[in-house]
Every structure is written in C-alpha cells, then in structure tokens.
C-alpha cells in the first residue's frame, strides 16, 4: 500500500453512503479467513462468513442523539467502513495474520471481504482489504502500529488537536443501544450451554453505564481499510453495469468500468 493516501474522498463514496442510507437495516456480510490446525506444522484454510452491522465511516460517527458520550471534534472523513464486535467472537481472530487469538488488544491487518447489496438502489457493493480492531489500548505505544495503518486514511476537515482514538471508541459504544451494550457482557459466545458462565455474565443485561468494565473489556470497533470496491448496478434490466475501483501505488483510486 503507498504511504501517501489522497485527500480526495473516494469516488464510490458518495453514491455508496447513499444506498447505505436507503436500506432498511444497513446489514452486510463480512468474510474473513478461518484456520483450521491439521498438525502441529499444518493448518487447512476455510472462508467464513456472516451478517453484520455498518456502523459508518471511521472518524465520522453517525448522530445518535441518544448517545451520551463525549465526542470527538468534528475534524476527520474517511472511507473506512466499520462493525462493532465482540473480542472474544472468532473473526477477532481471523482478521489477525497467522490467526493468533489476541483478546486482550487491539491488532489486525488480515484480509476481508465486505459484501452489500442495496436493495432499493438494485447494487451490490464489494469492498476488499484489511481489517483492524481496535480496543481499549488504543491509545497505548503497543497498539502504533494499528493506528498507523489507519492514520492515513483520515482526511483532515478541521482542528485535530483535541481529537483521541480512546474518545471515538467510546463514542462508537455510546452509540449503541443499551440492550446491544449489555450483550457485551453475555457469556462466551459459542461455548456450550452445559458451561456456567463466569459471575456476572448472561443474557439480556442493560448497559446504561459506557464505561462498564466488564463490557468495555469485552468491546471492539473493526475499521475496515478498503483497497478494491467492486459496484454492478443491476437498476436496469437491460443495461446492468458495473465497476472496479482500486488503490494505487500513489494512495489513489483507479476506476476502469467492466462488462456485469
């Protein structure tokens, strides 16, 4: 990837915020790459997928007037798609070159695939590239590197110097509903029923409080760093269309138009 990014918004921005905006649930499915230890040297390698939530563009936070929390300046655009997510769900882990198991901090950089069909615009949308989560280290010197890997993409509109990584997070959680906070605090997701959960852990708790530790500890916002979108508009039966866009070497987006 270059290390110069343009500060021209991508040009399948606009046009895809708005089918996003159109959907009656802004839902896509995200597929990521599951390894499967074969041996102690081998593992099989297998696509998984599932149905999961846009929550906007990084830095650019949808307004929720239900959300108390302090929010950042409005000072950054980006075209970086994200998801909220559990640490301990599996694509955490997927979404980690090697496949390594990292609950406790924020990491990434494997490659994913993001696929929506908006069906009101009759458009499918495939967004390829890595994914990064982000927790409460955030702000740490650990965590540099997925902040570096993120920065770039972060078009600046305004005033930077009271804006934090830590804020935004917290925003995005804010963000929620306070059922969907407490399904932070549920028990670990795929162990068996058979298993009592850890005190304090079960189904259906409400979350008013956005610095709950047990939840927060438990929270992750995925940014998704596209590198290709690929856009067939099917609106017209007898004319559908479609487009390849791809970052360059020089952080900038090539459109070449192909046949559906």
């Not at 972060?154 to 963000?175: D, K, P």
């Not at 500890?217 to 690929?230: L, T």
């Not at 866009?245 to 020089?250: H, L, S, V």
Request: charged letters at 25%.
């Amino acid at each position: 990837m270059a290390t110069k990014i343009s500060n021209s918004a991508a040009p399948w921005r606009s046009d895809f915020l708005s089918h996003a905006d159109e959907m009656d649930s802004p839902t896509f499915v995200l597929s990521t790459i599951h390894r499967l230890e074969t041996s102690s040297t081998v593992s099989e390698v297998i696509p998984r997928s599932r149905t999961v939530v846009f929550r906007g563009f990084w830095a650019s936070l949808p307004v929720n007037p239900k959300n108390t929390a302090e929010l950042n300046p409005n000072c950054y655009e980006s075209d970086l798609p994200t998801i909220t997510t559990d640490a301990r769900m599996e694509k955490v882990s997927e979404i980690i070159p090697g496949g390594s198991n990292v609950e406790s901090r924020s990491g990434g950089g494997g490659p994913v695939e993001a696929t929506f069909w908006a069906a009101k615009a009759r458009t499918q949308w495939r967004l390829r590239g890595k994914a990064y989560f982000l927790g409460p280290d955030i702000d740490s010197d650990a965590t540099a590197p997925v902040r570096e890997a993120i920065e770039p993409y972060m078009r600046i509109t305004g005033s930077t110097t009271s804006w934090e990584w830590s804020r935004e997070l917290t925003a995005h959680f804010g963000n929620l509903s306070p059922i969907m906070r407490g399904s932070f605090r549920n028990p670990t997701p795929g162990t068996p029923l058979s298993e009592k959960p850890e005190p304090g852990l079960e189904l259906g708790q409400i979350v008013d409080d956005l610095h709950d530790e047990v939840a927060r500890k438990n929270f992750r916002v995925v940014v998704i760093v596209p590198e290709e979108v690929d856009r067939v508009d099917l609106s017209d039966p007898k004319r559908a269309r479609r487009w390849n866009y791809k970052m360059n070497d020089e952080g900038s987006w090539e459109v070449v138009e192909l046949w559906p």
